[in-house]
Nanobody
């Protein structure tokens, strides 16, 4: 299982970013995918998930209405569109392929600051 995130960076409050995670080493279309994040000094926390078949989504309350998770099975890629970013969204964002794969990407840094 290999997951490679990209798209992080420095953005001002109220701005937006789109994260991407390219997957390989497994049948991407058969698995749900998740995004997690770890803020400085905090535990890693769930952000969003998307199912493999129906594309149903789930979000943490802290990002609901601002973030959108999506996937393109033809490109083996899962996305996280992040709008109206806040300083508290500053974190390293990770792509995760859940059980039974339990694979993590290396993470991409998102910094929200003026």
């Amino acid at each position: 299982v290999q997951l490679v995130e990209s798209g992080g960076g420095l953005v001002q409050p109220g701005g937006f970013l789109r994260l991407s995670c390219v997957a390989s080493g497994f049948t991407f279309s058969s698995y749900g995918m998740h995004w997690y994040r770890r803020a400085p000094g905090q535990e890693r926390e769930f952000v969003a998930s998307i199912s493999s078949n129906t594309g149903s989504t789930n979000y943490a309350d802290s990002v609901k209405g601002r973030f959108t998770i999506s996937r393109d099975n033809g490109k083996n890629t899962v996305y996280l569109q992040m709008n109206t970013l806040k300083p508290e969204d500053t974190a390293v964002y990770y792509c995760y392929a859940p059980y039974p794969l339990r694979g993590w990407g290396q993470g991409t840094q998102v910094t929200v600051s003026s």
